[in-house]
């Protein structure tokens, strides 16, 4: 039987792949023509209890440099779209901390024991950290933030960081931001 969360999850992904294909369509296709193939970047990213699994998105940059197209599609938060099929194969989920790298997770010193309740959910394609009013989340914050969530995980947590998560496809990351900011108060 499927959870309230998954099932959350694999109607939203659904909805929203089929109301986004226009746009993600569009864009694969500005990439292919702009930029070339491959249209989609894959990324091996740490899942639930740490199980690697690769990461979708559409692709932003070439030669080691983001593209102008790129760019655009960042901004507008476009390129993660894909991820989408990540949450229906079971791999994220629509709301959860930002599934990081291996690399990451030794970079940030979050491997050992006390980080392990991170890693008891999915990851997810939006979270906590991402819509914080904040430009920049400092590790410590984010890793506050992902605990808080994690203990604190239920479907009004998640209704509420998807709803402030269409503010930046809508508004581009910085304004969303900024709306975040008013409408939670600013800095806590």
Not at 18 to 34: E, F, G, I, K
Not at 40 to 66: D, E, N, W
Not at 134 to 161: E, F, K, N, Q, S
Request: net charge positive; glycine share 12%; charged share 25%.
């Amino acid at each position: 039987m499927l959870s309230g969360k998954r099932v959350l999850d694999v109607a939203g992904a659904t909805l929203a792949l089929a109301l986004c294909a226009p746009v993600l369509v569009l864009a694969a296709l500005m990439v292919r023509l702009c930029d070339g193939a491959p249209v989609l970047f894959r990324q091996p990213r740490l899942g639930r209890h740490r199980r690697p699994f690769s990461i979708l998105k559409l692709r932003t940059m070439a030669s080691g440099r983001v593209t102008p197209l790129g760019a655009l599609l960042r901004e507008l938060g476009l390129d993660e779209l894909p991820q989408l099929v990540n949450v229906l194969r079971g791999e994220m989920s629509l709301v959860g901390p930002r599934p990081l790298t291996a690399e990451d997770v030794r970079r940030l010193g979050w491997e050992g024991p006390a980080f392990d309740l991170r890693w008891a959910v999915r990851p997810g394609l939006t979270g906590a950290a991402q819509v914080a009013p904040y430009r920049r989340c400092h590790p410590r914050t984010t890793w506050r933030l992902d605990r808080a969530y994690v203990r604190g995980a239920g479907l009004g947590a998640d209704l509420r960081i998807l709803a402030a998560s269409i503010l930046v496809p809508a508004l581009g990351k910085a304004r969303a931001r900024g709306a975040a900011r008013v409408l939670g108060g600013g800095r806590r």
